[in-house]
Nanobody
């Protein structure tokens, strides 16, 4: 069974840090890209950060300089992390991982991040 699982969410004070992990399992041979998305209550889901098969990365403006997306190892594209520093109240959301593979998209179930002001 192919699936994507996120972990690492939780409650943190403003200014603090969290590290989210996204791990894929099953027969996935080529991951084209992995993205972290977030959805706050009453808002649309938005792309936060992406990492591509060549290792290049993109970030949404609100998180540039604070968040870092990376693979856990250069050879393992199935495990991707999102290091979140200097967290703000407005970063509160459910964070989802999406992996783009040859035959479609894989989404995780989401992990809650709550930043207290």
């Amino acid at each position: 069974q192919v699936q994507v699982v996120e972990s690492g969410g939780g409650l943190v004070q403003a200014g603090g840090s969290l590290r989210l992990s996204c791990t894929a399992s099953g027969n996935i041979f080529a991951i084209k890209a992995t993205g972290w998305y977030r959805q706050a209550p009453g808002k649309q889901r938005e792309l936060v950060a992406s990492i591509y098969s060549n290792g290049s990365t993109d970030y949404a403006d609100p998180v540039k300089g604070r968040f870092t997306i990376s693979r856990d190892s250069a050879k393992n594209t199935k495990a991707v992390s999102l290091q979140m520093n200097s967290l703000k109240f407005e970063d509160t959301a459910v964070y989802y991982c999406r992996m783009v593979v040859a035959w479609g998209d894989l989404w995780g179930q989401g992990t809650q991040v709550t930043v207290s002001s």
